[in-house]
């Protein structure tokens, strides 16, 4: 069950609200390239310090996402089994972004997917859409590039490796 937080359920219950996507991608840096829809830049305030007694960096996030396709869940009722589609990220093709994929294999990156507003500005406080895996990237003659995505449960042809979804526990024990 999703929890989301007091701040996003506050945003969401003005009126006048416009939705975000944020699209984190890891690479082998360590902190995710973030990307989002909208028409501004979203300053994130600086986490907590980490093990090492470091303060992390405020992070950013550019709108250079153009578009993000539908995500179909399916659920089937008798056997309980999760179904996703691909889902595909299109981003527009602008110099910080075509520097970053010269020098950036992206195939079998991780990718997150996040809902929120430009004035939630603690990434805590965004809700999860979607968590996969770049399988391909694509350039469209428009100026647009588009990542496509694969849910975990697709890519590894076997159970979300981070949960176990309406499964028994004996049953989740044998399969480890």
Not at 68 to 88: G, H, K, Y
Request: contains cysteine; hydrophobic residues 45%.
């Amino acid at each position: 069950m999703l929890t989301l937080s007091t701040a996003f359920t506050n945003a969401f219950e003005d009126s006048e609200v416009e939705p975000v996507y944020l699209v984190d991608i890891f690479t082998a840096t360590t902190a995710p390239l973030m990307f989002c829809t909208g028409s501004k830049r979203i300053q994130f305030i600086a986490l907590d310090p980490n093990f090492f007694g470091e303060a992390d960096v405020a992070r950013e996030a550019t709108p250079s996402v153009a578009e993000i396709s539908a995500l179909n869940i399916e659920i089937d009722p008798f056997e309980r089994n999760l179904q996703t589609a691909n889902l595909t990220v299109s981003l527009h093709d602008d110099a910080k972004l075509r520097d970053f994929l010269q020098t950036t294999r992206l195939i079998n990156q991780m990718v997150q997917i996040k809902l929120g507003t430009a004035d939630m500005t603690d990434e805590d406080d965004w809700a999860p859409v979607f968590n996969g895996m770049i399988v391909s990237v694509g350039v469209r003659s428009e100026g647009i590039i588009d990542l496509e995505c694969k849910d975990y449960m697709v890519q590894t042809q076997k159970m979300y490796f981070g949960n176990w979804i309406n499964k028994h526990p004996l049953e989740v024990l044998k399969k480890l």
